[in-house]
């Protein structure tokens, strides 16, 4: 359950129905972004604040913090922190206001940071979306290193010992002595207490706020602009100096992890080592400018400076680490697997026509018992009108499935139109199918049709895709890049490739389309294929190309 999803539906109001903005255009995501991320951060400050206020009030502060630095802990202080971090999902800049809060209250900075560097490095995404994604082994030494890094990290700021480089006036408060020297040993009024609270909260909220909002707002302007297809020709090369320029890339970008995964799983497939995709998702989630605007209202530059160092040298570590490490003998592949993914990632020609042949040729819903042949679209853009409840992820996800098909198929392009009817793109719930399209059968959580001319040209298609609480947003992802994909005239389902899109079993969700899918895109939007084109005359073209 996501706790912010309010301020989510909230933003789209403002953004789409308010403003009238196109939810698939740059101006758009960066609005939407921008008040999102804005308001949850500002909730975030003001509640945690208010909380670390109240908590300064009524804790012996100076007793945990004698207990944190005199007892010898030998680093569990810093593992502690870390696994806090672990269980805040929070991105870099939203885990600010916690960072602050003990700050304020007087845990030894090394702690602090060790909290700051892991809540957005190790999260909700890399401890459930990784497994479907990278395995379960990956998951374990990423989420293991990732709480390495915050440990050692902390321990070495901590060690350096550099409170002085900490701004002041974030650590001055009136606090119980003095109220209490004012009432000379009298009971307290709670609403003098709840005065103190408030005026704690305010003092520590408006030093740093303007440095939220340019911080949000330089996070906005850049959010969403990945140039996947340039950092993948970049970061493919296997030299040394590709994951050091993973992490510089990735610094300027700022998202969350949930957000990045998708990106680094196409990369990967496109060729870049997994160590240096992942040092580039870390830098992406860790380190940004956003958050250095923030801190650096927090942290004199020298103590900002050394915060980065160490958190780069880690990230860089981290991606040499997995790069040294073999994939097959983390995953221990069996021979079929290894030569379905050479198909996903290094196909013939000759796979791919073959492979085209299996799905072009009909629909796995032959409800009109038709013949077999090639249909496609002819027309330059083919309009997608969206139909029901689409949150930012799905939003996202819709629109990399139509970036990624768009640069596969030069002459007809996918674009999102709130009036065009090409495709009428669902997202309901499966019980709704019927109602919709009556050809749908039951227990399916996705579904596509489309109808043709005479001349075998497609006019008009359908898209249905569960809204249901019976899949996650992953698998819903995947199922409407599948049926969108079919609805493009590659009809059928197979079980020859599995980390093929078009593959039977929807057991693992992809984010992407392999080589190979790729290679059946191309083939059937270029000037070979023929819209009414048979088995035999694919069979004749095929073989003389």
Known sequence: MDIFSPLRSFADLITYDW????????????????????????????????????????????????LLTHKRWYGIQYLLAALLGVVTPFCSCSSIPLFIGFL?????????????????????????????????????IYNLVGITIAVLGGGMIQKLKLEKYIQPEILVF????????KYKGQTIPFKERLNLWTREMWEITKKIYPYIVIGVSLGALI???????????????????????????????YANSISVIPIIEALIHKGVAMGTALAFMTATVTLSIPEALMLKKILKWQLLAIFFAITTAGIIGMGYLFNAVSIDSLDQSNDESISITEAGLHPTQTMINSYFIEIALGTEYNFTNSKKRIRK????????????EFNQYLNDCLDKIISDFNQFSPKTKLVINSSGEDVRFYLTDEANFSGIQPLSPEGYHGFFTFTWDNLDVIQEAIVLVDSSQNINDQMRCHIMREELTQAM????????????????KDDEPFFYYTKIDEGVIKLLYSDLIKPGMSHADLEKTLQTE
């Open 223 to 253: 959010h969403g602009f990945v140039p996947d297809a340039w950092v993948a020709n970049t970061l493919s090369n296997q030299n040394w100096w590709t994951v050091p320029m993973a992490v510089l890339l990735g610094v300027p970008l």
């Open 489 to 504: 005239g590659l009809g059928n389902d197979s079980e020859r490739y599995q980390d093929s899109i078009f593959f039977i």
């Open 377 to 388: 679209w002819q027309q330059p853009v083919v309009l997608v009108q969206k139909n029901g």
């Open 104 to 140: 304020s209250a007087g845990i030894p900075l090394g702690v602090t940071f060790a909290f700051l560097i892991s809540s957005p490095l190790v999260n909700e995404a890399s401890l459930f979306l990784f497994p479907s994604v990278f395995g379960l082994k990956i998951t374990l």
């Open 19 to 66: 403003l009238g903005l196109a939810d698939n255009s740059y101006l758009g995501g960066a609005v939407n972004f921008w008040i999102y991320d804005l308001l949850k951060i500002s909730i975030l400050l003001v509640v945690i604040n208010y909380f670390m206020a109240i908590t300064r009030y009524y804790l012996p502060m100076e007793r945990v913090r004698d």
């Open 174 to 181: 009136t606090g119980k002595r003095q109220l209490g020297q």
